[in-house]
């Protein structure tokens, strides 16, 4: 991960979050639950609200941004243990050079700081590299959920990924 930085994403951020959000959709619509059209509708006050509202990272190879995750908290107080991860996507040039392994830890790290304990994800079921790295970061594979989105070709099934912590 040669001159790499992960970091916290900021309002600051919001135009490379937006480029980079949409280069993963156009190249990886299945990975996505949002569609070009929808994610290019969203304001961009929307997205700079939720870079605000924080546990987003960005990774950036010099000033290029090259990756980026979410990690999504539930707010209710019953559930506020729980986050869910997404979205998740590597800018092609950025493969193979350790940036998921980096963004995925930064988040997980984020959410234990919050008191979050356990991980959710789904991810798409022909998404092989994504399963792997996930099953390399300790998420168990708890179900599928078919018809998860319509894609293109029809519908796609996602697999849906636990990792828990030890709460102490």
Known sequence: MTDTTIRAATERDVDAWRALRMDGILRHPQAFIVSAEEAAAVPVEEDAARLRSGGRFMAFMGDTAVGLIGLNRNTMPRSRHRGEIGP??????????????????????AGRAMGVWQIELSVYVENHRAIALYERHGFALTGKIPNALLGAEGFEDDLLMIRIFDRT
Do not use: C, F, H, I
């Not at 493969?95 to 963004?103: E, M």
């Open 88 to 109: 998740l996507y590597v800018a092609p040039q950025a493969r193979g050079q350790g940036v998921a392994d980096a963004l995925l830890t930064a988040a997980m790290e």
